[in-house]
T-cell receptor
Framework: AQKVTQAQTEISVVEKEDVTLDCVYE???????LFWYKQPPSGELVFLIR??????QNEISGRYSWNFQKSTSSFNFTITASQVVDSAVYFC????????????FGAGTILRVKS | GAGVSQSPSNKVTEKGKDVELRCDPI?????LYWYRQRLGQGLEFLIY????????KSGLPSDRFSAERTGESVSTLTIQRTQQEDSAVYLC????????????FGPGTRLTVT
């Protein structure tokens, strides 16, 4: 079975601080995909990134960066110089090939960025 | 281009009534998914369509829940004899194909069963 754990229920930071959201996953499959989604107060889920299990390169997109480490089954997400607009619930998710690509979500981390 | 749309955005119904929730995926997306999000919780998978067939219905919580997809486009999720525990936001997502493609989510339908 697949499982995603986001141990941090809620994080509060002050604007301009860096923050890392943790994600640990479990699967026995060798081919899988990892995702991060953002759910702002408006409620609509926004896709942020996808990673496949064969690509361990870290990725940076503006203030966002992701650290994928198979050795620890982790896919952590860092926001540099956080802004109030980053306040949202962030979900890490896993899908496994060839199980139809359904996403298994973590419980989410609530990020509050205060000005 | 147009994203995933869902209707209605809000639905209040009395316990025991049937409801239908609609999803219009992104044009050309062959895979379509339904998820449920209870208040303050993560998303639970309900059902997945590839084209018009549903290879994975493992997340449907009971036989009161059913879904269909027609014309490789619109999908309808039907909940019969609604119960209070069915209250949640029902989210639809679509992806270009299955197997690792990112899913794009609609705004959801907030269902309240009184």
């Amino acid at each position: 079975a697949q499982k995603v754990t986001q141990a941090q229920t809620e994080i509060s930071v002050v604007e301009k601080e860096d923050v890392t959201l943790d994600c640990v996953y479990e699967t026995r499959d060798t081919t899988y995909y990892l995702f991060w989604y953002k759910q702002p107060p408006s409620g609509e889920l926004v896709f942020l990134i996808r990673r496949n299990s064969f690509d361990e390169q870290n990725e940076i997109s503006g203030r966002y960066s992701w650290n994928f480490q198979k050795s620890t089954s982790s896919f952590n997400f860092t926001i540099t110089a956080s802004q109030v607009v980053d306040s949202a619930v962030y979900f890490c998710a896993l899908s496994v090939r060839p199980r139809g690509n359904k996403l298994v979500f973590g419980a989410g981390t609530i990020l509050r960025v205060k000005s | 281009g147009a994203g995933v749309s869902q209707s209605p955005s809000n639905k209040v119904t009395e316990k025991g009534k049937d409801v239908e929730l609609r999803c219009d995926p992104i044009s050309g997306h062959t895979a379509l998914y339904w998820y449920r999000q209870r208040l303050g919780q993560g998303l639970e998978f309900l059902i997945y369509f590839q084209g018009n067939s549903a290879p994975d219905k493992s997340g449907l919580p009971s036989d009161r829940f059913s879904a269909e997809r027609t014309g490789e486009s619109v999908s309808t999720l039907t909940i019969q004899r609604t119960q209070q525990e069915d209250s949640a936001v029902y989210l639809c997502a679509s992806s270009l194909r299955r197997d690792g493609y990112e899913q794009y989510f609609g705004p959801g339908t907030r269902l309240t069963v009184t």
